[in-house]
């Protein structure tokens, strides 16, 4: 009696087929840590409404925030490389999930700027050690769309874990802890169980950070990255700020708009990732940040939500674009050795961009949206200029 066997279609099999058992291990538990993310997009109401914060109380506890966030890179970096990329990232993992409790029975101010600086520097030490283990596991030619793959798990648990958040916050807060917690603990347990360590054994990265200063390729690349963080932090900080106050949306209206953001990369995405990963990883990456950086300027001429939904629609073209590129560019320059000093450096670029973007977009939100949004798409013009440069360099590695 024959067996009958069922394949993947064509297209799953170009999308899905060809990468390791334990990359989907690591996919898998970044999707349920995303779905399960729930804190943080509410910290400024949590810390207002539920533990009667002052604006000013809860901007300095983001900002403690922030500083842990700063260290944290570098930290994870080290670790990855010394002690390897499935303790640290199991151990961050752990740490999460404690730090969000403490944060949760935090009543009093120290004890929140407390929690909130040691979370700030736990929550992503995991992203080198996550990067390294996509690097050590998967070719260099399959190594865009994995890190796309990625970007796109991330980005489909956090609209789903978004969402439920807001609902679960009128239950009351503290079940959203309770969820980022678990997910954390599920998330530590499954690369734990199912990825293996790929840290090379027997080599010694004497040196630390130093040698990967001395690649002025990477250094140069963390600039550009630098710059497309610049740009895109302001999602989170002054567009919000400026569609409410200047253009005069609804919160509501605002919120519509920014979800075909998530709506746009979780249907398209997965479709483009694998022609993406073909390209030029140097020309594709500055083309999406040109791409990116006109979206923002035309953000200077929104009058309506529509308006704001185009705009969002023409960046979110260029994220998409982006997205997988950055990580195997940082895993082609990066000794197996030093991946995870060569993925914290990155990331580092990404944590400095969240705390400069409010201190640069505040002040030329004051001066205008055309100031803001057309330095901002400048800045983005500058990073994909810089990537063209940086170019014969990389294809050279």
Same mark, same amino acid.
């Given at each position: 009696? $024959?067996?009958?066997?069922?394949?993947?279609?064509?297209?799953?099999?170009?999308?899905?087929?060809?990468?390791?058992?334990?990359?989907?291990?690591?996919?898998?538990?970044?999707? %349920?840590?995303?779905?399960?993310?729930?804190?943080?997009?509410?910290? +400024?109401?949590?810390?207002?409404?539920?533990?009667?914060?002052?604006? #000013?109380? &809860?901007?300095? #506890?983001?900002?403690?925030?922030? @500083?842990?966030?700063?260290? $944290?890179?570098?930290?994870?970096?080290?670790?990855?490389?010394?002690?390897?990329?499935?303790?640290? =990232?199991?151990? +961050? !993992?752990?740490?999460?999930?404690?730090?969000?409790?403490?944060?949760?029975?935090?009543?009093?101010?120290?004890?929140?700027?407390?929690?909130?600086? #040691?979370?700030?520097?736990?929550?992503?030490?995991?992203?080198?050690? $996550?990067?390294?283990?996509?690097?050590?596991?998967?070719?260099?030619?399959?190594?865009?769309?994995?890190?796309?793959?990625?970007?796109?798990?991330?980005?489909?648990?956090?609209?789903? +874990?978004?969402?439920?958040?807001?609902?679960? &916050?009128?239950?009351?807060?503290?079940?959203?802890?309770?969820?980022?917690?678990?997910?954390?603990?599920?998330?530590?347990?499954?690369?734990?169980?199912?990825?293996?360590?790929?840290?090379?054994?027997?080599?010694?990265?004497?040196?630390?950070?130093? !040698?990967?200063?001395?690649?002025?390729?990477?250094?140069?690349?963390?600039?550009?990255?630098?710059?497309? &963080?610049?740009?895109?932090?302001?999602?989170?900080?002054?567009?919000?700020?400026?569609?409410?106050?200047?253009?005069? =949306?609804?919160?509501?209206?605002?919120?519509?708009?920014? &979800?075909?953001?998530?709506?746009?990369?979780?249907?398209?995405?997965?479709?483009?990732?694998?022609?993406?990963?073909?390209?030029?990883?140097?020309?594709?990456?500055?083309?999406?940040?040109?791409?990116?950086?006109? +979206?923002?300027?035309?953000? @200077?001429? %929104?009058?309506?939500?529509?308006?704001?939904?185009?705009?969002?629609?023409?960046?979110?073209?260029?994220?998409?674009?982006? @997205?997988? *590129?950055?990580?195997?560019?940082?895993?082609?320059?990066?000794?197996?050795?030093?991946?995870?000093?060569?993925?914290?450096?990155?990331?580092?670029?990404?944590?400095?961009?969240?705390?400069?973007?409010?201190?640069?977009?505040?002040?030329?939100?004051?001066?205008?949206?055309?100031?803001?949004?057309?330095? *901002?798409?400048?800045?983005?013009? @500058?990073?994909?200029?810089?990537?063209?440069?940086?170019?014969?360099? *990389?294809?050279?590695?």
């Amino acid at each position: 009696m $024959s067996r009958a066997t069922v394949e993947r279609p064509p297209f799953l099999r170009s999308q899905l087929g060809g990468l390791p058992r334990p990359f989907w291990a690591l996919w898998g538990g970044t999707l %349920v840590n995303r779905l399960g993310t729930m804190v943080m997009p509410f910290t +400024g109401v949590y810390l207002t409404q539920s533990r009667g914060l002052s604006v #000013v109380a &809860a901007g300095l #506890v983001m900002g403690v925030f922030g @500083a842990g966030s700063l260290v $944290s890179q570098v930290v994870a970096g080290v670790l990855t490389d010394r002690i390897g990329r499935r303790a640290t =990232l199991s151990g +961050g !993992m752990l740490a999460t999930s404690a730090a969000m409790l403490a944060l949760g029975y935090s009543t009093s101010l120290p004890a929140i700027l407390a929690s909130m600086f #040691v979370l700030g520097l736990v929550i992503d030490v995991y992203r080198p050690a $996550s990067n390294a283990l996509v690097a050590d596991l998967v070719s260099p030619e399959e190594r865009p769309r994995a890190y796309g793959l990625l970007f796109w798990g991330i980005n489909l648990g956090y609209s789903v +874990g978004m969402t439920a958040g807001g609902w679960l &916050a009128g239950i009351g807060f503290i079940w959203l802890f309770w969820i980022d917690a678990l997910s954390g603990v599920v998330f530590a347990v499954l690369v734990w169980r199912a990825v293996p360590e790929t840290r090379p054994q027997g080599s010694h990265s004497a040196g630390g950070f130093l !040698m990967v200063l001395r690649d002025r390729v990477m250094v140069g690349f963390t600039l550009v990255a630098l710059g497309n &963080a610049l740009v895109y932090s302001q999602t989170m900080t002054m567009l919000p700020v400026a569609m409410t106050d200047v253009v005069k =949306l609804t919160a509501g209206q605002f919120g519509t708009a920014m &979800a075909l953001n998530g709506v746009l990369i979780v249907l398209v995405q997965p479709l483009v990732s694998g022609w993406l990963g073909r390209r030029d990883p140097a020309r594709t990456l500055a083309t999406g940040l040109a791409v990116m950086g006109v +979206g923002f300027a035309m953000t @200077a001429y %929104v009058t309506t939500t529509l308006g704001l939904a185009v705009t969002i629609a023409v960046w979110t073209a260029g994220e998409i674009m982006t @997205a997988g *590129i950055a990580g195997a560019v940082v895993a082609r320059l990066a000794p197996p050795e030093l991946r995870g000093r060569y993925s914290g450096l990155f990331g580092f670029a990404w944590s400095l961009a969240a705390m400069l973007a409010p201190l640069l977009g505040g002040p030329l939100l004051e001066l205008g949206s055309r100031a803001l949004w057309f330095t *901002i798409g400048g800045v983005g013009f @500058a990073a994909a200029i810089g990537m063209l440069l940086l170019g014969p360099a *990389i294809r050279r590695r």
